[in-house]
């Protein structure tokens, strides 16, 4: 039984698609999530408007996980040297604990709290008569036992709900120790929609408590951040050995492998990358407002995607020698990627994929499977919005709804003595007149071939009508999702924490990726699902001896 | 250095939590509502509590794991989550169809005050309920106790619907405890060597150990049947398995319908798997087959066969507070020496049952209910041992002290067959033996110098 669907034509139109997925529904989900799945029609320049960054519907088996996992989990998870103190029943810092794969160097200083899950674990005590005693001890032991630069309070639902002042903690204990920033996230689970509210509260803090703390002057000629990248895998790394190469210096990762001041540091460097428009592209324009830091979206998924994106970091600089090392690097590169490449897509060209994950994954991945020759005839996002489908240009229309309403959006000024614009006007305006972009992102639709169908949200039974009706060669999501599709004899990878390898970005990634997909497409075992008395039962009426 | 920042010098800590033993209790309720056949467990809380159980449940068993939750907003928070659950009620009978919807709270629903008996109540009240179909709900506030009372908790909800007939059923009531699959379909084969008719509640086996064959089946052949949890009540007594995970809803059955119960340890190793055996055979009044016999004494066997690796070797180790109860005095059993014995979960009875089952070893054992990861790791650096038994976590103690370790408990996540080969009952003393011996004596080979490098041992 092979699931492999080698015809042009799709078995079934968008549309019967559609309509099959939501038969199933009670008539007012499917009014929701008809919002929510969008048969892709864009023509010329018309994108068309999918409903996104919305409710999740009670009952379903959705992807999504919450505020907490966006803003411990995600974007603070990673950075090894803040000692990360979770508020809270145990459960949630248990969850958040090593089970995203953000590889981790503990370099010179060797600070590295990543292996620790610290919580307060809090009691029923706790809950009736307030947890802010406890927490200040437990922030005074953390303290005691490891003498950390940083102490970082993650607020759970309860905290929020009793009333916990954590942030006056928070600060009481700051000025007490005088040398160990202590700083809180009100990341209750209940706030928002899903992870991308965490996302939000956990770069506003970053920007307010941590950012502009190190005036110090880095040494490196071309100085940048690089924004929205978590090193699942080492993908943080490989593009470190990428910059290094071209003479790049990154002054800070938002927030793979990063450090306290990395962040620290941030307002010095002079263009920043952003990789997950999503979780990030708020914290860009901040560092824009407040220091004058121009920011532009870059992809390093994919090998002709890396290499576009050190090309547009290059001629941002305007330096011919940082263009000509950007191009010997390119050229080093690309052969054995190249060889990987006509190697792997013997064996993958013409396969279809399906992805559903994250708030820029489901569109950077697309360009691996381009260059593999596959087609991706269905993706969305598990957390994003709409401009994440359609573009920024959206942003001023987007509707603010009780549940972003209560997600801070900071108001930041230029800084009176650290305002210093990158690039005169003229400057700017001769790279834009070059057809240089700042600051935008044209989203996942536009790049979406016509028909294909573009679903905010997916969930659990869309996954399997999905699968069953489209018949993919291949499926990409989360771990929760990776064994009911699997059971169906479809291949899944997993693109938030990868389940194992890595990393897949950069030239090196690249290489792995095309390994990995072509042992996942062309592995024996999905030839394996039924055994031969099934796949040929009329055989098997009578003992017959050769 | 992966643990570098723990010190060897222990401070008491009050407040602070280092790298739990523990997690919290709706997880233990989804993995016991996952015993229920045609269930669909159900988070009532934030989408996040349900998307972490639902991961690290799929992570150790590398199986789907459906659950739905009624993704509370801020809104619920305030308003309460009446309105999310009823529209969860009918999206989950629309959409999944299941059997049973098993419900279980969080720390969120818990805090706002939400009473599922209420709204099951209104649920009912106004026809969302299908005709043949169950909602069954768990108050498990992860602001106390542990994952292991979760679990007991949602038992305990199985158990509550029994509806004696008034005509007994000829069956024991067996509950297993928080084992894997293969540890149910172990126990059931014992049962149905010693001729034993009985309902396990919960079963895991057939709902997470399932096969791949082309097909995906959100609710597959395996767990326990709404039938006969109602038939319950009916038996004719309730064995159950782990004083934390199961006696919690014999005693209930025995309290409300007059079921007596007997309450034992898991049947990890000899001793507890010779209880085991010997109070079924009382119980059921049947004798014991010649081929448990058998099992017995190929386990002996082996002990004796290995003794010289085991004798004296000091061990570490930290799980749920069944589990260590039966895995310390399997240790001792094999004359190693249990030295640091760590659980996350509360109860001063632990430390008691411990204590009582090391009492003749010429040491005194570190033992702490409502311990951590990082105290046992800190008794490590003072006394040093020659093995660690645990979950997967303490893979991180492992490499920085070069410890050999077993995997054991929950979770697992690295290394697979849990779900497949059981360490319950003589043929599971075996594996774990098994286990042991090869984490010992691979480290023996790794570092014995050339000159006595043994081929036989």
Redesign the interface.
């Known amino acids: 039984?092979s699931s492999t669907n080698n015809t042009d034509q799709p078995a079934w139109e968008p549309a019967k698609v559609k309509a099959e997925i939501l038969k199933?529904?009670?008539a007012k989900?499917a009014r929701k999530r008809a919002k929510q799945i969008l048969i892709n029609e864009a023509l010329g320049n018309e994108t068309p408007e999918i409903s996104a960054n919305i409710?999740?519907?009670?009952?379903?088996?959705?992807?999504?996980?919450?505020?907490?996992?966006g803003c411990k989990g995600v974007i603070m998870g990673p950075t090894r040297d803040i000692v990360n103190?979770v508020h809270?029943?145990?459960?949630?810092?248990?969850?958040?604990?090593?089970?995203r794969r953000n590889q981790t160097d503990?370099g010179p200083d060797?600070?590295?709290?990543m292996?620790?899950?610290?919580?307060?674990?809090?009691?029923?005590s706790?809950?009736i008569f307030g947890g802010e005693k406890?927490?200040?001890?437990?922030i005074q032991?953390?303290y005691?036992?490891?003498h950390p630069k940083s102490i970082a309070i993650f607020a759970?639902?309860?905290v929020?709900?009793?009333g916990d002042d954590i942030h006056t903690v928070a600060k009481r204990m700051k000025e007490k120790f005088g040398d160990c920033n202590v700083y809180a996230f009100s990341c209750?689970?209940?706030?928002?929609?899903s992870q991308s509210a965490g996302h939000h509260i956990a770069n506003n803090q970053v920007f307010r408590h941590i950012v502009g703390e190190n005036d110090e002057v880095k040494p490196g000629r071309y100085k940048i951040n690089l924004l929205g990248e978590y090193n699942i895998g080492g993908d943080g790394f490989e593009i470190d050995r990428i910059f290094k190469k071209c003479g790049i210096t990154n002054i800070a990762t938002f927030s793979g492998n990063s450090t306290y001041d990395q962040f620290a540091s941030a307002h010095t460097a002079d263009l920043n990358a952003v990789m997950c428009h999503r979780s990030i592209n708020y914290v860009a324009d901040m560092l824009e407002t407040k220091y004058g830091i121009p920011w532009i979206k870059v992809n390093f998924i994919g090998a002709d995607a890396t290499a576009k994106s050190l090309r547009k970091i290059a001629q941002y600089f305007g330096d011919q020698a940082l263009t000509d090392t950007v191009e010997r690097v390119i050229a080093e590169e690309m052969p054995a990627v190249l060889a990987a490449r006509s190697d792997v897509r013997a064996r993958t060209e013409g396969k279809t994929a399906m992805l559903f994950v994250g708030g820029s994954r489901a569109h950077h991945y697309q360009e691996l499977f381009t260059e593999l020759g596959m087609k991706t005839i269905s993706a969305g996002y598990e957390f994003a919005h709409r401009d994440d489908y359609e573009g920024r240009q959206v942003i001023p229309t987007l509707e603010v709804d009780?549940?972003s309403r209560?997600i801070e959006e900071i108001r930041v000024e230029a800084d009176p003595t650290r305002y210093q614009p990158r690039k005169t006007p003229e400057e700017l305006k001769a790279l834009t007149e070059a057809g240089y972009k700042f600051k935008h992102y044209e989203g996942l639709i536009p790049d979406m071939e016509q028909g294909s169908i573009v679903i905010d949200d997916l969930n659990?039974?869309e996954a399997?009508r999905l699968v069953e009706l489209l018949k993919p060669d291949l499926f990409c999501a989360?771990?929760?999702e990776?064994?009911?599709?699997?059971?169906?004899?479809v291949p899944m990878k997993q693109l938030h924490s990868y389940d194992s390898g890595g990393p897949y970005a950069g030239f090196l990634g690249a290489i792995n990726f095309y390994h990995e997909i072509d042992r996942l497409v062309n592995s024996r075992?999905w030839s394996?699902?039924?055994a031969p008395w099934q796949q040929h039962p009329e055989l098997s009426a009578s003992y017959v001896w050769e | 250095m992966l643990l570098r920042h723990t010190p060897k010098e222990i401070t008491e800590r009050s407040a602070l939590t280092i790298n739990p033993a523990k997690t919290c209790q709706p997880i233990g309720a989804m993995y016991a509502a996952l015993g229920i056949h045609g269930c669909l467990p159900h988070s009532h809380g934030s989408q996040g509590c349900c998307a972490y159980h639902r991961s690290t449940l799929t992570r150790h068993y590398k199986e789907p794991i459906s659950a739905s939750t009624s993704s509370f907003t801020e809104g619920a928070s305030v308003f309460g989550g009446q309105a999310n659950m009823l529209q969860a009620i009918d999206n989950i009978f629309a959409v999944y169809d299941p059997e049973v919807i098993a419900i279980h709270t969080t720390c969120l629903s818990e805090t706002i005050g939400d009473d599922l008996k209420q709204i099951k109540k209104k649920a009912e009240a106004e026809g969302k309920i299908p005709k043949g179909k169950e909602i069954i709900s768990a108050s498990t506030p992860s602001y106390v106790g542990s994952h292991v009372t979760g679990f007991s908790s949602m038992v305990t909800s199985m158990a509550k619907l029994a509806e004696p007939t008034g005509k007994k059923n000829g069956k024991l009531n067996i509950i297993p405890g928080w084992v894997e699959p293969a540890d149910m379909e172990e126990i059931k084969r014992l049962l149905n060597l010693l001729g034993v008719r009985s309902i396990l509640f919960p079963d895991t086996s057939g709902v997470l150990n399932g096969p791949l064959s082309g097909e995906f089946k959100m609710f597959p052949e395996g767990g326990v049947t709404v039938k006969e949890l109602k038939s319950t009540g009916d038996s004719i007594g309730t064995l159950a398995l782990g004083e934390w995970c199961s006696a919690e809803a014999a005693r209930w059955l025995d309290a409300k319908h007059k079921v007596p119960c007997r309450v034992l340890d898991l049947p990890y190793g000899l001793k507890a798997t010779d209880r085991f055996i010997d109070v079924l055979r009382t119980l059921a009044g049947v004798s014991v087959p010649e081929e448990i016999a058998l099992e017995r004494g190929q386990l002996v066997d082996m002990i004796s066969d290995m003794h010289q690796y085991l004798y004296h070797q000091k061990v570490a180790l930290v799980g749920d507070p069944d589990q260590m109860i039966a895995m310390t005095e399997f240790l001792v059993s094999l004359d190693m020496w249990p030295m640091h014995i760590v659980t996350g979960t509360p109860g001063k009875r632990f430390e008691e049952r411990i204590e009582a089952i090391t009492k003749d070893l010429p040491y005194q054992v570190n033992v702490r209910a409502k311990g951590d990861m990082y105290l046992l790791h800190q008794w490590i650096k003072n006394d040093p041992v020659d093995l660690l038994i645990g979950n997967t976590y303490c893979k991180y103690i492992a490499r920085d002290e070069d410890l050999p370790l077993v995997r054991f408990g929950f979770p697992i996540l690295d290394r697979q067959g849990h779900q497949y080969f059981p360490t319950v009952g003589y043929k599971g003393g075996l594996r774990l033996l098994e286990k042991i011996l090869s984490a010992l004596l691979d480290r023996k080979d790794r570092d014995a110098p050339e000159q006595s490098f043994e081929l036989v041992l």
Request: hydrophobic share 35%; with cysteine; net charge positive.
């Open positions: 039984m199933r529904y009670p989900v409710r999740t519907t009670p009952g379903i088996i959705t992807m999504r996980g919450c505020t907490y996992a103190l809270g029943p145990i459960g949630c810092s248990f969850y958040a604990w090593l089970t503990a060797g600070a590295n709290f292996t620790y899950a610290f919580s307060t674990d809090m009691q029923d706790d809950i406890k927490l200040t001890t437990a032991e953390a005691d036992l490891f759970t639902c309860p929020g709900l009793i209750e689970g209940y706030k928002g929609v009780a549940d209560n659990q039974y399997e989360g771990i929760k990776k064994f009911s599709i699997q059971k169906l004899g075992v394996y699902m039924k």
